[in-house]
């Protein structure tokens, strides 16, 4: 079985069989020990959801497992990171994350990342998948996360996730002079040129993916005119924001891997998840966050001249998407 290709597996006829047991049993090249690890590192999912290992099949499944390398065996560990907690019950957690730190252990960060954290301060969560991380964000974006605490509330989430009824808004700051306003509808996939990077593509070839923008400030740094965006998601695809603001010539200030200038010395994507409004898995009602921008954007929109707190308290208020005109 070569290692990195991903495994299909048609569960019909497997109704009632837990997710574990149904797996092992189609693999028995796979260790019991090592399948549970790639469970537990959500590697083992259906519809791109990640399961528990005792989820019971319906028979109609098709799970997909992505073998793990040898270095993910230990992966799985406590580390004692900080954690920035906004909010905690006993559902979920919600949680600001900085720039700089992965979110789950993957090839090239076995350790070190929120997941290792998250299972030192909080150790009932290796129960749960990717300790109960039910999204993410890529490394160098900062902001916010909500990691599910049972098996009721990672399966809710997801599955707002999936209807897209979970909001997610971010700040970003793009290169160039921006729209008032749009909607960019692109399929994604993987960069036919490059394994790191994520391209927008033709209907088809693609997961579907829509991001709606408004331009918030505008201001310059040097020679070049920037723009201060709110976007908003309708879905959830890697690396969506860099990708879709590339597609239309206006890769985010500081993303050299999609093309983006390194102004003012900022040498991320500028890109901060700010607020996320969800329907909360104990009672249905609606719950919302919002995270400001971390210090080294607010001085990044100084240097162009954008006033950071009035952009904000502009992003507060409602966002009515609107095609671009």
């Not at 960019?184 to 990077?197: Q, Y």
């Not at 998601?233 to 206006?250: N, P």
């Not at 009672?283 to 921008?293: F, Y």
Request: net charge positive; proline share 6%.
């Amino acid at each position: 079985m070569p290692l990195l290709d991903l495994i299909e597996i048609d569960a019909a006829g497997a109704a009632g069989e837990r997710l574990d047991r149904f797996v092992a049993s189609r693999l028995p090249q796979v260790s019991r020990t090592r399948l549970q690890r790639w469970i537990a590192l959500g590697a083992v999912r259906c519809d791109d959801r990640v399961l528990p290992a005792k989820t019971r099949l319906r028979g109609i499944e098709t799970i997909v497992v992505e073998p793990q390398p040898r270095e993910a065996d230990s992966a799985f560990g406590p580390e004692p990171l900080p954690i920035d907690v906004l909010h905690e019950d006993d559902q979920l957690i919600v949680l600001c994350k900085p720039a700089g730190l992965v979110v789950h252990p993957a090839a090239g960060n076995w350790h070190g990342t929120l997941m290792n954290g998250l299972l030192f301060h909080r150790p009932a969560l290796a129960a749960l998948p990717r300790a109960g991380i039910v999204h993410r964000l890529d490394r160098d974006t900062s902001g916010l996360l909500v990691v599910a605490r049972t098996e009721h509330a990672m399966s809710t989430l997801a599955a707002q996730l999936a209807d897209r009824s979970m909001g997610r808004r971010y700040l970003a700051l793009a290169d160039g002079r921006c729209p008032a306003h749009g909607c960019i509808d692109a399929a994604i996939a993987r960069d036919e040129d490059s394994r790191v990077r994520m391209a927008a593509v033709p209907a088809g070839r693609g997961r579907a993916a829509r991001t709606w923008f408004r331009t918030l400030a505008r201001g310059r740094i040097g020679e070049r005119e920037v723009s201060l965006l709110e976007c908003r998601l309708e879905s959830g695809r890697t690396h969506q924001i860099r990708v879709h603001l590339r597609s239309i010539g206006h890769p985010l200030v500081g993303d050299t891997l999609y093309g983006g200038p390194v102004l003012a010395g900022f040498a991320r994507q500028a890109l901060h998840a700010w607020q996320l409004r969800l329907r909360h898995p104990a009672d249905g009602r609606s719950a919302n966050w919002s995270s400001p921008m971390p210090a080294d954007m607010v001085e990044l929109c100084a240097a162009a001249g954008i006033d950071a707190d009035a952009a904000q308290r502009a992003a507060a208020a409602p966002f009515e998407p609107q095609e671009s005109r």
